[in-house]
């Protein structure tokens, strides 16, 4: 019992039981309950396999200054525009480690995700010990499957923002301290350097929150001021180098709409909507209810709730984060990668009202406080044990094939790659570190209908073009490889122009048609002299041309 009364060491063992709920709710069943895999498991979507190779670039170039040609269709120039942080944090661990970066990569998100719920923790326990003890649970987050298309679609650079703008927010809460604005300045040029859209809504928050801090107090201190704008130009002393790239690629190149968008792109069927809270989703306009009544009525409401400041830092940053998370209708896509964090940003908001409700039954303690906050962790990870099983897009086969060709191919080969996962999320297939070519599906298709085999297929470039592949003119001048004459050149090639061809020979029901057109082409190359087996497994068939260039 010494044990129970000593509330620190309670408090301890509540964070430890979140954290391991955590890991074996999310990885754990994700990754088969193991830290090492001998391919990627469970990576359903592009952003998986893209986030894992562009570590391996920093790994291959020694540098994050430019990504590697195979990712950038050959070019060795083209500047690395995408948050650096995480694909440096991935590389060092894998390097340090035996782990493949798929795994690092992964593996920090999480550690990421979970280090941003205790300190979000530490946030509310400012307000409130008890509330800070009944949001754990609500941000394990298990209460449908979009909530957890961060981890299978590999959205690890929105994690890696997540955790940035709680760190933030925490380090607001410290502004008025000695060296306060150097915390706060350096989690700002983080957040940038870890996800942009992230640091634009983190710093909507901000002026959000001094706005209605001014409404509600009528003042905000000089000393606080200075310390704000202290803050910012160090952020912008640190970021400078990359707020460059961001105008040059992601403001440059992307015009902005606004317009209702009704799904998020990166995985148009799993939308996070509020309706995948389930019945505590309810909880949430209570809170909002509460909020507006401490506006209105404050005196009434903290009279209500005495040991509660209820128009906190943590309400305020919950309400912001859920009026972000409807941007979508005015044309922010990334809006829905926001809502996927809900969870963890509304844990307050939920929190607030279970207590609010419990206190009108009962008297709070902090004994009731442990109790609910356990009860609810358990309840909420134990009804998602088993929803979650490991699985993905690519087989061991399909890894075993890509490993081959990035290790005993000539380093300029050029790699064509037919229907199948290295075609339908395209970027898969960078993972060979070799400069990759696509069938054009459209013509693959065609032909499969009308039942023939061509002697000639159009073979496509596959590489990252969202950003035009820029490249540095001078420091503050950019070009761009898609807009230049040369892009044309390798953009489209010939199918006897390649050096390998990459053919699977397995996949589901729902492509059965598709793969036995593979076999088919597969047998027509074989069937020329100068084409010969490379490797082979269950999954997949590499065939090696002799003679690039050479047609029947």
């Known amino acids: 019992m010494t044990f129970f009364n000593d509330r620190k060491k309670v408090e301890i063992l509540i964070i430890i039981i979140f954290i391991i709920a955590m890991l074996f709710v999310k990885s ?33 170039e020694i540098s994050y200054q430019n990504f590697a040609n195979y990712i950038t269709c050959g070019y060795e120039d083209v500047v690395a525009y995408l948050p650096p942080f995480i694909y440096h944090m991935s590389a060092m661990l894998s390097s340090l480690s035996m782990l493949e970066t798929y795994d690092t990569t992964h593996l920090i998100a999480i550690f990421l995700i979970s280090s941003a719920c205790v300190i979000l923790y530490f946030v509310i326990k400012g307000v409130n010990k008890e509330i800070a003890l009944l949001s754990l649970p609500f941000m394990i987050g298990v209460f449908s499957l979009p909530f957890e298309i961060a981890y299978q679609w590999g959205l690890w650079l929105f994690m890696s923002g997540v955790f940035f703008v709680i760190c933030v927010v925490w380090s607001l809460t410290k502004i008025n301290e000695k060296y306060g604005f150097l915390l706060l300045g350096l989690f700002l040029a983080a957040t940038s350097l870890a996800h942009f859209s992230e640091l634009v809504f983190v710093i909507g928050f901000i002026v959000f929150y001094y706005i209605l801090k001014l409404i509600y107090t009528g003042k905000i201190e000089k000393t606080e001021i200075k310390n704000l704008m202290l803050a910012f130009g160090v952020f912008a002393i640190i970021s400078a180098y990359y707020i460059i790239i961001v105008y040059f690629t992601y403001l440059k190149v992307n015009t902005l709409v ?42 009434d409401i903290e009279s209500l709730l005495p040991n509660v400041k209820i128009l906190s830092m943590p309400f305020v940053f919950s309400l912001f984060m859920l009026i972000i998370g409807f941007t979508n209708y005015i044309g922010f896509n990334r809006a829905f990668q926001t809502r996927i964090a809900w969870p963890i940003y509304l844990s307050f908001m939920m929190a607030l009202s279970v207590y609010f409700v419990i206190s009108f039954f009962k008297k709070w303690k902090y004994s009731l406080s442990v109790a609910v906050s356990l009860l609810l962790i358990i309840v909420f990870s134990s009804t998602y044990i088993g929803m979650i099983v490991p699985g993905g897009i690519m087989g061991k086969g399909t890894w075993d094939g890509i490993v081959w060709l990035g290790e005993e191919t000539p380093t300029n080969s050029k790699i064509m790659h037919f229907y199948g996962p290295t075609i339908t999320q395209n970027l898969i297939s960078i993972s060979t570190k070799r400069v990759p070519y696509g069938i054009n599906t459209n013509e693959y298709v065609e032909a499969l209908q009308n039942g023939i085999i061509k002697n000639d297929y159009e073979a496509q470039i596959l590489c990252l073009t969202d950003m035009k592949l820029p490249y540095r003119k001078s420091p503050l001048e950019f070009g ?37 057109y593979n076999r088919a082409i597969g047998e027509y190359l074989m069937n020329q002299t100068w084409i010969d087996m490379a490797y082979v497994n269950n999954e997949i068939v590499i065939l090696k041309n002799s003679e690039p260039g050479r047609k029947t």
């Open 28 to 60: 754990g069943q994700l990754w088969d309950h193991k830290i090492m895999h001998d391919y990627p498991i469970s990576f359903r979507a592009n952003d998986n396999f893209f986030h894992s190779m562009a570590p391996e670039s920093i790994k291959d």
């Open 258 to 299: 606004f317009d209702n968008v009704e799904v998020p792109i990166f995985a148009p069927t799993q939308g996070v909507n509020f309706s995948n809270f389930g019945i505590i989703q309810f909880l949430l306009p209570f809170a909002i209810l509460l909020g507006i009544g401490a506006f209105l009525y404050k005196k």
């Open 480 to 516: 761009y490889h898609t807009e230049d004459a040369d892009f044309q050149d390798i953009n489209i090639a010939s199918m006897w122009d390649m050096d390998y061809y990459f053919i699977p020979i397995v996949g589901s029901q729902r492509d059965e048609a598709l793969i036995m």
